[in-house]
């Protein structure tokens, strides 16, 4: 068995809202590109595996034409129908197992400009009751959410729309987001489109086009690849009920269960000391104080304060999404990846302009579902 | 190498038919669960973590395992989704072997399941090509004829199994009674498990030779039928089997591994370089998992074997391709009696995918028949007789071109 | 089925989708055919050549940017004889779809078969050529079928 595994080698596509490319090719220039950095063939990888959805790509088995654009012809292959977070946690543990010293990763979809993000959503909705009903989906669960967190601890429609304008600011100067606003402020914020109010179209991430690709070795083999290995250190994902209604939206107690196992693992007695940055998967602006709440990084209701503060922005105690998070580029399915990516540049000093000075340890965030039913959470160490 | 892992329960929902208006979707995976709870003493707070997985576009709920997560208990648990077409089950039981041999659980479900009266399944599949059979409009193609797209597609709803089954047949020297007569084994094989979908005591290969011929060699009595049903195993480390006292009914994953290929017979906008029916895919990954399982001769040290043969010309093909007959070998194992129940290398005893086909849960049932064969605890007189050392599973899906295998044994591979 | 359960009607709409396709391959090849030529890629490094040709090679996973011609007569491999529509009716006229090995390339071409009396007597490994439409207009129907030799 393998007792450590690290992050040698990551890249990610300049995430767009329309690819001039199509998928097939998106993925085989960015896994050519990052087996070029590294200095690697297809040969180097033991096994890959994928992260796609059937629905979100439009075609049964999805992956059929996308594993040859990987080097994956001939050669060992699996998908997780789940954000990319979660097959890299498979690769991971297939690491772990001993079986394998070195696995290719790959989020990719082209939630831009292929189709529309809430019809696919709604296709995840229980189709005897919630879906023909129509309240419940992904967007009116994180209203009901910010709602609720904005009424309990006075957090205004401002503070939110600063929180916005944090994520936004980082994602401007993160060459590879989709959402480039330079004019963003306060007002234009608070003066765009209501969806699902107190949602309003700034707060909802950017659906683009993208992929992202990671190679996770072995403690044996990593040397060979990188002097820079970042460290999974901890892992945790703790599915929630189903029934919006049954669960507590607030506490996201099934979160704080996952960050729980991932700290326990990493020997991380206090999160919000010993950790240094945050990359948290929000579908929505709204969800980041919950979630990083959750996840025990403030101190719960502290939105208003960590606002206030600065504290989650770059030059703070405690950085949230230096990279602009997916409110900067969600290609669903890599979206959670994408974060491992970015936690992997803050650890490696290579996050350019949106760097976090001697960031060593990281946590990382996916969630699936409505509401964030499902969230993995990854620590991860240089 | 990870630690040792086995498989202590297979559980079923029942028997799996076409039809089940009376439920929906988490609701036929619930009974499996409880059936596979049951067969130990474990309860749902035993259950470390869960993979689970079907073909969502099948039934049209995207990633119903989060819909599904109370009603097999992973609520409050980690549940992980693996989808990979037709290997879509076995891809999940690989996925919850890893999760044990890693070390970072102990007890671990594996379920799949499909309810495929839910949702159109010639759409489902259509699904695959769909984007490519849109883009070759593009490109002007003949629709004067009913001959332009079909000529290009090939074999109609047999797809390119047809143009498969009649390269293997050439390459074997064998004729369509073969694949008759295969397919009659099977049917009459289901009739001997209370699970199976088409059961036909004493299914001739006259009867099938009556059915129709779809696009020759491939007639409809050599296709498989469309199913209802769940399957859920439960996966433990070798500490835990002791712990529990389950160290004698238990099957060991000695061996395993998935791997691809390109898409063949159906790749028309790329030109396809995979000989579907050679199947060098399938001949790599058995020789790594064989070498994994210590096994040297698998002719010799493999007593049963559970094969994924959505087409009964598989059924022939790809117990060669494993390594358990010569190449064109098949048709005369099969003539000689080798392939029965009682014969020396029982062939599917279970019926195999042609008798039942729940999609996302059938690779996973050949795991688990393979598992039950190892256990001694098939049901229904499909249980075979001879002494089982070890057993091979296999799956195919995409198109032609993925493949999962496991060898399964009585005893654990020393580490 | 009991009183408490009903069936519901739902879609799974495939049309909402604006699918990208990458067109290099096909592209070539109706170029090819308005000519009467069969056009494909083959890979520098491992030769492998392709047709329809992508740009880059699934072996070697590298581009590929030389387009070669190649010969218009070939190996028949797989084929299959339609004897029955979806539903199971007889057809009238039964057709043969094939799969061809064209000299000289790697992959495999797909069309329909031509040139036989009885399909039972056509056999797996018989010599086929390409047979184009008279008047060509760069487009797939322009590769009319495959005849035997």
Not at chain 2, 311 to 332: I, N, V, Y
Not at chain 2, 343 to 364: D, F, K, R
């Amino acid at each position: 068995m393998n007792e450590r595994v690290a992050i040698v080698g990551y890249k990610q596509t300049k995430h767009t809202v329309d690819s001039p490319v199509a998928r097939e090719r998106m993925i085989y220039e960015l896994v050519k590109s990052l087996y070029h950095d590294m200095g690697i063939t297809k040969d180097d990888i033991d096994t890959f595996v994928l992260a796609s959805n059937d629905f979100t790509d439009g075609r049964t088995i999805s992956e059929v034409f996308m594993v040859p654009r990987i080097g994956a012809y001939m050669k060992d292959e699996t998908k997780v129908e789940a954000d990319g977070l979660n097959a890299a946690l498979y690769a991971y543990l297939r690491i772990l197992s001993g079986l394998y010293n070195t696995a290719l990763v790959i989020g990719f979809s082209m939630a831009g400009s292929e189709f529309r993000v809430p019809l696919t959503q709604a296709y995840t909705m229980d189709p005897a009751y919630e879906r023909p009903r129509g309240l419940i989906n992904f967007y009116s669960t994180a209203a009901l959410q910010a709602g609720a967190y904005m009424k309990k601890y006075r957090f205004s429609d401002e503070d939110l729309a600063q929180l916005t304008l944090k994520n936004i600011r980082n994602a401007n100067n993160n060459p590879f987001a989709a959402r480039k606003e330079p004019d963003a402020s306060v007002d234009t914020i608070l003066g765009s489109r209501p969806l699902y109010l107190p949602l309003r179209q700034a707060h909802v991430s950017t659906y683009a086009d993208g992929a992202c690709a990671v190679v996770l070795s072995s403690k044996k083999t990593a040397k060979k690849f990188t002097d820079k290995p970042v460290w999974i250190d901890g892992v945790g994902h703790v599915m929630d009920t189903y029934y919006v209604g049954d669960r507590d939206l607030l506490a996201m107690n099934h979160l704080t269960a996952a960050a729980k196992k991932a700290y326990k693992m990493a020997g991380i007695k206090n999160p919000k000391k010993e950790i240094d940055l945050a990359e948290i998967h929000t579908n929505f602006a709204s969800e980041e104080p919950v979630l990083a709440e959750a996840m025990g990084l403030f101190k719960p209701g502290s939105g208003k304060d960590v606002v206030k503060n600065g504290e989650s922005a770059i030059t703070g105690a405690l950085p949230v999404n230096p990279s602009g998070g997916p409110l900067g580029a969600n290609p669903i399915n890599a979206t959670g990846l994408i974060r491992l990516a970015e936690a992997s540049a803050q650890l490696r000093k290579e996050a350019g302009q949106n760097q976090i000075k001697g960031a060593k340890t990281a946590v990382v965030h996916a969630q699936d579902g409505p509401g964030a039913q499902l969230n993995t959470v990854f620590i991860v160490r240089r | 190498m990870g630690r040792n892992v086995a498989i202590i329960s297979v559980g079923y929902n029942g028997r799996f038919i076409s039809k089940r208006p009376d439920i929906n979707i988490p609701e036929l995976i619930q009974p499996a669960v409880n059936n596979a709870l049951s067969k130990t003493k474990l309860k749902p707070e035993h259950i470390d973590a869960y993979v689970v997985g079907n073909m969502h576009t099948f039934e049209g709920v995207n990633q119903p395992h989060l819909w599904a997560s109370d009603h097999f208990n992973g609520s409050g648990k980690p549940v992980m989704r693996i989808a990979t077409g037709g290997t879509t089950g076995a891809s999940v039981y690989q996925a919850a072997y890893y999760h044990v041999a890693s070390g970072m659980y102990d007890v671990v479900m594996a379920i799949g399941w499909e309810k495929q009266d839910e949702g159109d399944s010639q759409v489902g599949l259509m699904g695959i090509l769909l984007p490519e059979a849109f883009s070759l409009f593009h490109f002007g193609p003949d629709t004067t004829s009913d001959r332009g797209i079909a000529g290009l597609g090939g074999g109609g709803s047999t797809g390119g199994a047809a143009f498969q089954a009649m390269s293997y047949l050439t390459r074997a020297n064998a004729g369509i009674e073969h694949i008759d007569r295969v397919a009659a084994l099977m049917r009459s094989n289901a009739a001997k498990n209370p699970y199976a979908h088409l059961q036909q005591p004493g299914c001739t290969e006259a009867d099938i030779a009556g059915t129709p011929i779809i696009s020759y060699p491939l007639r409809f009595g050599h296709t498989c039928p469309t199913s209802c049903g769940a399957i859920a195993m439960i996966l433990v480390s070798e500490e835990k089997a002791k712990k529990f006292g389950l160290t004698d009914r238990v099957a060991w994953v000695k061996g395993l591994g998935s791997g691809t290929s390109d898409a063949t017979t159906g790749n028309l906008i790329e030109g396809q370089i995979t000989d579907p029916a050679e199947q060098q895919i399938c001949k790599i990954t058995a020789k790594k998992v064989y070498s994994m399982a210590g096994i040297k001769d698998p002719r010799k040290d493999i007593q049963v074997a559970e094969v994924y043969s959505g087409f009964s010309h598989q059924d022939l093909m790809w117990p060669e391709r494993l390594g358990l007959f010569d190449e064109g070998m098949a048709p005369k194992m099969l003539d000689k009696g080798v392939y029965a129940i009682d014969g020396e290398l029982p062939i599917n005893p279970s019926g195999g995918v042609t008798s039942t086909n729940a999609i996302g849960a059938s690779a996973m049932v050949r795991v688990g028949e393979a598992a039950l064969q190892v256990m001694g605890l098939a049901e229904g007189g499909h249980q075979v007789q001879r002494k089982i050392e070890n057993a091979v599973a296999h799956g195919w899906g995409g198109l032609f071109q993925f493949v999962t295998i496991t060898v399964l044994g009585k005893t654990p591979v020393k580490k | 089925m009991t009183e408490e359960t009903r069936i519901i009607e739902s879609t799974w709409d495939l049309t909402a989708y604006q699918f990208k396709i990458e067109a290099d391959a096909l592209n070539l090849f109706v170029k090819g055919l308005k000519d009467k030529k069969i056009l494909g890629r083959k890979c520098r490094v491992c030769g492998t050549v392709y047709v329809p040709g992508p740009t880059y090679c699934r072996k070697c996973l590298v581009d590929i940017d030389q387009v070669v011609e190649v010969s218009q007569e070939g190996r028949l491999d797989a084929f299959t004889v339609s004897l029955a529509d979806v539903r199971g009716k007889p057809v009238e006229n039964p057709f043969i779809s094939c799969t061809v090995k064209l000299d000289g390339t790697d992959s495999f071409l797909m069309g329909v078969l031509e040139g036989w009396t009885d399909w039972r007597s056509v056999k797996e490994g018989m010599r086929v050529k390409v047979v184009f439409k008279d008047v060509t207009q760069g487009a797939l129907a322009d590769l009319s079928h495959f005849q035997l030799i």
